[in-house]
């Protein structure tokens, strides 16, 4: 059977949201209700990856755990592979989810679906997606969307990931959710292995891993959760989870 942790990586140096995730939502920290939804998901144990006392206290307050890790980390995939060695150093968690720390609005189920592709032995990782439906979307550089294959209802192979208009012609477009599962295996690899060329280009880290012939999956979700970069993203979320509430 897999044995799924969940690492939410958490970082208070924001220049668009400085101190993000301590930003109060309903009465919450953001990182603290991102942590509930993953606890929610029922997936695995939850552990949040920082690189500041005041983020870890703010988690062990609500009752979660969470462990201090290398302030030098340039991304989220570098921090939870430290936190995966921290928390896990025999590697009995064979799957490692890293869930967003500015994704207050993810539903659980959808972390839940993350994990769905990893029972296929071909995948090495897996994500979301979801249709884009509104036209400026479409067009935005700051979406970026997978372009993929069906392999079974609600699921696509992941060919390519841009932040242009693609593919071209009719039919649907989808809007890439940054969430990832990964085989234990899969994360050492990944960041094991140096910037890519279209990397670089795209500024998307996860065409590294393509790149190098690894094989990403991902579930189709009916939802796309907005990450939390700005103060209008930050006042959308909180009147999203008042409508809900």
Do not use: C
């Not at 609500?62 to 995939?77: D, E, I, L, N, Y």
């Not at 897996?126 to 036209?135: N, V, Y």
């Amino acid at each position: 059977m897999p044995n799924p942790l969940i690492l939410i990586p958490a970082r208070m140096q924001a220049t668009r949201l400085p101190g993000k995730p301590l930003a109060d939502i309903l009465g919450e920290p953001m990182i603290v209700r991102v942590w509930r939804r993953a606890i929610e998901a029922g997936v695995g144990d939850v552990v949040v990856a920082t690189d500041d006392e005041r983020i870890l206290a703010a988690i062990e307050q609500a009752g979660g755990r969470a462990v201090m890790t290398s302030p030098a980390h340039q991304t989220g995939s570098d921090r939870i592979k430290e936190a995966a060695d921290i928390v896990d150093p025999k590697g009995e968690h064979d799957i490692i989810v890293n869930v967003q720390g500015d994704f207050p609005t993810l539903a659980p189920a959808a972390i839940a679906a993350a994990v769905e592709p990893l029972a296929d032995p071909a995948v090495d990782i897996a994500t979301l997606a979801g249709e884009i439906t509104e036209d400026e979307e479409k067009t935005a550089p700051s979406v970026v969307k997978l372009i993929g294959s069906e392999v079974s209802p609600g699921r696509m192979r992941a060919l390519y990931f841009t932040r242009a208009t693609a593919p071209y012609g009719d039919g649907p477009l989808y809007h890439h959710v940054g969430l990832y599962a990964y085989r234990r295996r899969a994360l050492d690899r990944f960041v094991s292995l140096p910037q890519s060329p279209l990397e670089l280009r795209e500024k998307l880290e996860q065409l590294r891993a393509l790149e190098d012939g690894m094989r990403i999956d991902a579930m189709i979700i009916d939802h796309v959760p907005r990450g939390v970069d700005t103060p209008p993203d930050l006042d959308r979320a909180r009147a999203f989870l008042t409508s809900k509430a």
